[in-house]
């Protein structure tokens, strides 16, 4: 008889466990898992109908209701793309055009906990990345009482290609931009299931780095998305320099080109062409190149004149960017010694006559200095200068608390057991086409994207360097800082060095994240004015 009771008991907790696994949503019941520690994981939801044959440069379509219970255990694949940056590591598996689909990690037992959401975009230049690479992995959010979510969208040609019959075809009169408007697509989704998964649709906080960046600095602009919003993180990038939209005629213009080089004569012959042959001929040389356009739909007016008018979602920004975010080469070039002369040289070359201005904000007194003025002219020129003008813009418009920060921590040494890994993004140069150059041999400081593991508190899933006490204080620091922004618009909280609110009319005051991190006034403030005024000519 006891035994008896024991399977009884025992056939009710695994029905129990089954069901936790289960969520209801509005096409369909979803089949997660649960994790060891206890966070339920729902990977590859279809946010979007695939975007495939007609449906190749359209608007996201609503997802088609599914019958009986979906697996949600694997990621979808990634998006198509060429392997451009050696530092990405998915647990997808392959490029498809079917990649709409997003991941979710919660540790809400029930839809009555109303947590805030993290929804996370990846970087990587527009051209790759995907959101099952593991440092933006969501379990260690989730783990801090936040639903966290990462998202896949469109790519290179396939998110931003753009055609006069596109435009034409379209009911809102526009091409490109399909990458925004899939996360549009995927922000809509979340705003009406996350309930369902224990979030706040009412408290969506965005976020991401570098091309993910960019997203979330144009999704609080767009009025496409800014009402579905709380607050906003960006790490390093944003929309208003780094990649500013180019206009629909142009663009058009490059659409047309590519299709006779493609030798396509109609719209029916481009969306005919497989997407291998697609995206490997869009990669090569002399190839017109295609990125954010000014459409008149997703972005109705420029969005540097939209943040000067204050159109923006008014909610709490934290931003910032790394002290290495791209390295002296891409300002000395790659044969030049780093000397004091060639370095006058190269600024010269940059800057003509406005040369003797920067070489004063980024000074090198002797030879010894060059390495250190270049790489922090390479930083800001790259992505600094960008993610600056975006936050100062936010503060003087946006009436919300911003907070900004400066990320300098060098990444540890490698771990020899992993063989000769190439770092990509990780101090690489950027060449024109998205690929990435070598590394240096040696970092001078946090390089681009070396921010990621630690501010998602995933440091254990790259096996790449060897982590340190250190590293994991300062992990523990950033991720508390960003958990508690998502929850409260606030990244202060018991134990942590207090981070000072920017204010518009005040000192450049930022917080310094390090393992010794702490709130200061930024003291280079006078290169981001300089690089406003000549980008302003």
């Given amino acids: 008889m006891r035994a008896n009771r024991l399977l009884v008991i025992g056939f009710a907790f695994a029905a129990l466990n089954f069901a936790a696994d289960r969520v209801k949503t509005a096409n369909g019941v979803l089949e997660g898992t649960v994790a060891p520690s206890g966070i339920r994981e729902f990977k590859g939801i279809p946010f979007a109908e695939p975007p495939v044959g007609d449906l190749r440069w359209k608007a996201p379509q609503p997802v088609k209701h599914w019958s009986g219970v979906r697996q949600a255990t694997a990621f979808g694949p990634q998006c198509m793309q060429l392997a451009v940056f050696g530092d990405m590591n998915f647990r997808s598996k392959g490029n498809s055009e079917d990649c709409l689909y997003l991941n979710v990690w919660t540790g809400a037992k029930n839809a009555n906990e109303k947590r805030p959401v993290l929804v996370y975009y990846y970087g990587g230049g527009f051209s790759a990345g995907d959101g099952s690479e593991p440092r933006y992995d969501g379990e260690s959010m989730a783990k801090k009482g936040i639903v966290a979510v990462t998202v896949n969208y469109r790519l290179g040609v396939f998110g931003f290609f753009t055609h006069p019959e596109l435009t034409k075809e379209a009911p809102y009169h526009a091409s490109g931009n399909y990458t925004f408007l899939d996360h549009v697509a995927a922000l809509k989704w979340v705003q009406q299931n996350i309930a369902a998964f224990g979030g706040d649709p009412k408290k969506i906080t965005i976020a991401g780095e570098s091309a993910g960046s960019s997203t979330v600095s144009a999704?609080?602009?767009?009025?496409?998305?800014?009402?579905?919003?709380?607050?906003?993180?960006?790490?390093?990038?944003?929309?208003?320099?780094?990649?500013?939209?180019?206009?629909?005629?142009?663009?058009?213009?490059?659409?047309?080109?590519?299709?006779?080089?493609?030798?396509?004569?109609?719209?029916?012959?481009?969306?005919?062409?497989?997407?291998?042959?697609?995206?490997?001929?869009?990669?090569?040389?002399?190839?017109?190149?295609?990125?954010?356009?000014?459409?008149?739909?997703?972005?109705?007016?420029?969005?540097?004149?939209?943040?000067?008018?204050g159109k923006q979602a008014h909610v709490p920004l934290l931003a910032g960017w790394n002290s290495e975010e791209n390295n002296e080469r891409s300002v000395l070039g790659r044969g030049d010694a780093p000397t004091k002369e060639n370095y006058e040289?190269?600024?010269?070359?940059?800057?003509?006559?406005?040369?003797?201005?920067?070489?004063?904000?980024?000074?090198?007194?002797?030879?010894?200095?060059?390495?250190?003025?270049?790489?922090?002219?390479?930083?800001?020129?790259?992505?600094?200068?960008?993610?600056?003008?975006?936050?100062?813009?936010?503060?003087?418009?946006?009436?919300?608390?911003?907070?900004?920060?400066?990320?300098?921590?060098?990444?540890?040494?490698?771990?020899?057991?992993?063989?000769?890994?190439?770092?990509?993004?990780?101090g690489g140069v950027i060449r024109n086409n998205g690929s990435v150059a070598p590394p240096p041999p040696s970092a001078r400081g946090a390089v681009h994207s070396a921010e990621i593991e630690y501010a998602m508190g995933n440091l254990g899933t790259n096996k790449v360097y060897l982590w340190t006490p250190d590293d994991e204080k300062l992990s523990a620091t950033m991720e508390e800082y960003f958990a508690n922004f998502v929850k409260t618009g606030n990244p202060n909280g018991p134990g942590l060095p207090e981070w000072p609110i920017l204010k518009a009319d005040g000192p450049e005051q930022i917080m310094h994240i390090d393992v010794v991190s702490k709130g200061e006034t930024y003291p280079h403030s006078g290169r981001y004015q300089l690089l406003d005024r000549l980008n302003s000519k």
Avoid: C, H
């Fill in 219 to 309: 999704l609080m602009v767009s009025p496409l998305s800014k009402d579905m919003i709380a607050g906003v993180i960006g790490e390093s990038g944003s929309i208003i320099a780094t990649l500013p939209p180019t206009p629909l005629a142009q663009s058009e213009a490059n659409g047309v080109k590519f299709a006779d080089a493609m030798g396509a004569k109609s719209l029916a012959d481009l969306r005919a062409i497989p997407a291998d042959k697609l995206l490997a001929d869009a990669g090569k040389q002399r190839m017109p190149r295609f990125s954010t356009v000014l459409d008149g739909y997703f972005f109705p007016e420029p969005p540097k004149a939209m943040y000067e008018a």
């Fill in 345 to 426: 040289k190269a600024v010269r070359r940059l800057y003509g006559p406005n040369a003797d201005a920067v070489l004063k904000e980024y000074a090198a007194e002797s030879d010894a200095d060059v390495r250190q003025a270049a790489t922090d002219l390479a930083t800001d020129r790259f992505i600094a200068y960008s993610t600056w003008k975006w936050i100062d813009l936010a503060a003087k418009t946006g009436g919300k608390p911003v907070y900004r920060y400066y990320y300098s921590r060098a990444r540890p040494k490698m771990n020899p057991e992993m063989g000769n890994v190439t770092a990509g993004l990780a």
